[in-house]
């Protein structure tokens, strides 16, 4: 104990001499045009649960390394960026200590999150919660209720567990487990779920890009599933992800009758396996609300792999997401998205669109607008008029709870999206094949675990306004 005091205190010591000579430091680097400065010894503070090899996987260097004086105040901030985005600490401050002109010690201060979360389920089962609000008349039978236990650190390896006994409209019962790194060099990890549930209500058809439902006493829809992701992650912002997965649907003849189509060949069971490559390019500053830095992503998808005939399906998915600080608080952010699906008899269980996750045009929240193709623009730009951390409760039993990060942001947005043709088990498709554009005003909150909030305004193309409230960043 006397050993650990006496280590805390020097290192707290070091700390405030560098604080002290990092100016100086920086003064003098700064009007250096070139040389290399030594990374020394790591020290990380405040990891009670993470692992020291998970925290070190983010850092731009190692001890050893040599890095360009011009380039390590960046080099810094990107370390930092890449901690907070692990999404295990609440904050990250990556300080040098330097010990001489050309050597630098880092010391790396986390404040870890709570990890453990036994939660009550109370969501609601339509698309969106504008969905539910008008189209659905604010049906509470149509919500979502049980139990679900996330941990999200289970062995201090960033690995995650998932555990979910849901009620109410849709009957779930799922587990899900994921360990990002499974070998040493800390590059391969593993996904593995499954999942089983059934419905008594469900979506069977569409007219005038609204979703009709069947429903009875009787479950009409069971749906079985498991799959398994390996990801291979080179380097620090590019991931590889080959998922393979099998399924097995059935449906109630109440189903069939009111659309033969809902499976392929008019069939009232379907099973097939899926195979999905990912690649993506990351280097969003944070993830959860970007400000700054790309996204892009490659997906091919194949549904049926030739083992059953019941489905034949190959799409191909492709996004750029860009985002820029203007300085002055003020932020640029534009995504441009396309979608195609190579089959000429898309099953309506497995439709895709507007209107259906990840894939929206706001202002028309109350549609959804399915097609075999589509492309996509959303831009924003916005301004920070509030930040800051607000003090909870000093007194509280739980570090992680005493203190609430916020930040609040005014902006203006303009939305576009094309579809190509219906799919065939659709009616009164005004919206495919022209041209969705809308602009608005909004509201965006975020707060504590990566909470996000919107409030919308918008006005599309056909002059319909809305407000709109949503739980996830729009882009």
Not at 158 to 186: M, S, V
Not at 230 to 245: K, M, V
Request: aromatic share 16%; proline share 2%.
């Amino acid at each position: 104990m006397k050993k650990s005091l006496k280590g805390i205190a020097i290192l707290t010591f070091l700390c405030v001499l560098s604080l002290r000579g990092f100016g100086q430091n920086t003064l003098f680097t700064d009007s250096l045009s070139a040389g290399y400065i030594k990374i020394g010894k790591t020290y990380i503070t405040g990891n009670k649960k993470t692992k020291a090899e998970i925290i070190l996987r983010e850092l731009d260097f190692i001890e050893g390394d040599k890095v360009d004086i011009q380039e390590f105040n960046q080099s810094i901030v990107l370390s930092q960026q890449k901690l907070i985005n692990t999404r295990l600490f609440i904050t990250v401050e990556v300080v040098p200590l330097f010990t001489s002109d050309t050597e630098v010690d880092i010391l790396i201060r986390l404040q870890e999150r709570w990890y453990i979360f036994p939660l009550p389920i109370f969501k609601l089962a339509d698309r969106n919660f504008t969905e539910w609000w008008v189209n659905q008349k604010r049906d509470f039978s149509r919500v979502n209720y049980g139990i679900q236990l996330y941990h999200f650190n289970l062995t201090g390896r960033n690995d995650k567990l998932i555990f979910r006994t849901q009620f109410g409209f849709t009957k779930q019962y799922e587990l899900q487990y994921q360990r990002p790194y499974i070998n040493k060099a800390q590059t391969l990890g593993l996904t593995l779920r499954t999942s089983f549930a059934n419905n008594k209500t469900v979506a069977t058809n569409t007219d005038g890009h609204r979703l009709e439902f069947e429903q009875s006493d009787d479950i009409n829809r069971r749906i079985f599933s498991s799959s398994g992701t390996l990801t291979y992650r080179p380097s620090f912002y590019s991931r590889h992800s080959i998922d393979a997965g099998f399924s097995r649907a059935s449906v109630s003849e109440l189903i069939t009758d009111a659309n033969s189509e809902y499976f392929q060949n008019g069939e009232a069971l379907q099973k097939y396996f899926r195979l999905s490559y990912v690649y993506s390019w990351d280097n969003r500053d944070y993830f959860a609300y970007p400000l700054s830095g790309n996204l892009f992503r490659g997906e091919v998808s194949n549904y049926g792999l030739g083992i059953f005939n019941d489905l034949n399906m190959f799409s191909l998915r492709g996004s750029t997401s860009n985002f820029f600080d203007l300085g002055g608080k003020l932020y640029l952010a534009n995504s441009l998205e396309g979608y195609y699906n190579f089959s000429d008899e898309i099953p309506y269980m497995l439709r895709s669109g507007f209107g259906y996750r990840p894939d929206f045009i706001r202002g028309y929240e109350r549609y959804v607008v399915e097609s075999n193709a589509f492309v996509s623009n959303r831009s924003e730009f916005k301004y920070k008029f509030i930040s800051g951390i607000q003090v909870l409760s000093r007194r509280s039993l739980i570090d992680q709870f005493r203190t609430m990060p916020y930040a609040f942001y005014f902006k203006a947005f303009v939305d576009m999206g094309y579809t190509g043709d219906p799919i065939r088990s659709t009616t009164n498709n005004f919206y495919n094949r022209e041209l969705m554009l809308s602009a608005g005003l909004g509201l965006d909150i975020v707060t504590y675990y990566d909470f996000v909030v919107r409030f919308e305004f918008s006005v599309n193309r056909q002059k319909q306004t809305g407000f709109f409230v949503n739980f996830r960043s729009a882009l």
